[in-house]
């Protein structure tokens, strides 16, 4: 947890705060009415993301509404985690994350091994039960470390599953004549995602050294590592979620491809013509 400084921090509408953490950005200095300002107002990209996602998907089955839509859902629970320090605030912040990454981790094992049946999703959804009501009881340490240890053992399996699905594509997508967009999702992924890892545990670890306003502080101003957690490591997850949409598309036999809608966002088409645009990500 990021070292306390309550000396630097006010009193505000939602204090006191009950969280099992609080983050480097001092407590209600831009308003009475919001805990933490920036880490607030960055959590509304990551709704952004997750509905733009959602608008520029190329089909519209069950699996990718539910992976985009609960990006945004956790974009709404960290705007009111961030805006309130309150626990059960933090619950819909941490708990959607879960929920988002069991999502693409469903996806990855059905497009690697195919359709598992019903014990499948009913064992997902049992697990996801346990863990949420574990995380709702706990608090202090043993809730922040169990939640970190749960998300983080899913972006493992999903790291396994795509970069499995990766080796076992190449020779397909070859052999159709189709530009490898993964391997331009993966990079980007990785490292957006790694960057973003790297402010985060700074903010985390470091906070005492980089709040701006403490004696032991190297820097003059507080840059919000965590506020840019929120925009870079959501960029990463949409790479992320762009890469599983693709390896399931061309296990459907399909040609997907990358390209950049409206010139910045990166997207998937179906269409053949487009893997010209597609040539454009080098």
Known sequence: MAPAVASFDKIGYWSPNTASVDWCENN??????????????????????????????????????????????????????????????????????????????????????????????????????????????????????????SFGVLQLAIIYYTTTLHQRQKSEIQARGMQNDSTWLIRRAISVYAFAVTIWLIDLHLCEFVNGVGPQSVLKWNPQFHAWWHVFSIVGVYFTTLLVAYQHYVAKGLRPAVYLWNGFAPALTLDAAAVLKAAKLQ
């Open 28 to 149: 209600y200095v831009v308003s009475y009415y919001i805990a933490e300002f920036w880490n607030t107002i960055s959590s509304l990209f990551i709704v952004l993301l997750g509905e733009l996602g959602l608008y520029l998907c190329p089909t519209k089955e069950r699996r990718f509404k539910v992976a985009f839509r609960t990006i945004s859902i956790v974009g709404i629970g960290s705007t009111l985690f961030h805006g309130t320090l309150r626990h059960k605030m933090q619950l819909l912040d941490e708990l959607p994350m879960i929920y988002a990454a069991t999502a693409l981790l469903f996806i990855c094992v059905e497009t690697k091994n195919g359709p598992q049946g019903r014990w499948f999703p009913i064992g997902l959804a049992t697990w996801l039960l346990l863990t949420t009501i574990f995380v709702s009881i706990t608090g202090g340490k043993i809730q922040f470390y169990t939640f970190q240890a």
